[in-house]
């Protein structure tokens, strides 16, 4: 167990909607990541947050966005889905911000039909 | 662009038959690379981490190695519980990078 919580554990949704993806990081770490992954294209960057601010950014769509809460959990909001956005989103956190020593959660299985 | 290209794709092996998995990587200033372990249906686990040339981890029947061009992670006398897809990442540069992955190679230890 990794201590990082992602909920919900898979989501089955209709092309068009709107989803959001939770995540609670490990106690302590200040720095979340989210990352997407396909069978095709193999884990994918998207965004970094840093105690409530935006460190990084990826390729991450213009339908997509996230935010850090005071409390440290993050949101990953999904709009507009298409089908492929079918994919594993997986959030990881780590205690600092520029380290690649992550601990990830069980992911977010979203399916779009 | 960064890019990591891991080989082979898959590859079993019977218990105990000793092999390595290639990563090889092009990045503008590698900062560190990373070794993950990804069971099915859970996240990447990592496992080493590797910051200059020659350098060397171990971690039971895994070691993992590092040259200019290529990171490899050899798995010594392996067993069934060794099943899993191994990633390899990259980060690069100074500041604020993200981490790079390849594709990963899923490794399957017959018994």
């Known amino acids: 167990d990794s201590g990082v919580t992602q909920t919900p554990k898979h989501l089955i949704t209709a092309t068009g909607q709107r989803v959001t993806l939770r995540c609670s990081p490990r106690?302590?770490?200040?720095?979340v990541y989210w990352y997407q992954q396909s069978l095709d294209q193999g884990l994918q960057f998207l965004i970094q947050y840093y105690n409530g601010e935006e460190r990084a950014k990826g390729n991450i769509l213009e339908r997509f966005s996230a935010q850090q809460f005071p409390d440290l959990h993050s949101e990953l909001n999904l709009s507009s889905l298409e089908l492929g956005d079918s994919a594993l989103y997986f959030c990881?956190?780590?205690?600092?911000?520029?380290?690649?020593?992550?601990?990830f959660g069980e992911g977010s299985r979203l399916t779009v039909l | 662009e960064d890019q990591v290209t891991q080989s082979p794709e898959a590859l079993r092996l019977q218990e105990g038959e000793s092999s390595s998995l290639n990563c090889s990587y092009t990045?503008?200033?590698?900062?560190?690379l990373f070794w993950y372990r990804q069971d099915p249906g859970k996240g990447p686990e990592f496992l080493f981490t590797l910051y200059s040339a020659g350098e060397e981890k171990e971690k039971e029947r895994l070691k993992a190695t590092l040259t200019k061009k290529e990171s490899f992670l050899h798995i010594t006398a392996p067993k069934p519980e060794d099943s899993a897809t191994y990633l390899c990442?990259?980060?690069?540069?100074?500041?604020?990078?993200?981490?790079?992955f390849g594709k990963g190679t899923r490794l399957s230890v017959i018994a």
């Open positions: 990045v503008s200033g590698l900062r560190g």
């Open positions: 990881a956190s780590s205690v600092r911000s520029n380290t690649g020593e992550l601990f």
């Open positions: 106690s302590g770490d200040l720095s």
């Open positions: 990442a990259v980060q690069a540069g100074s500041g604020n990078t993200p981490l790079v």
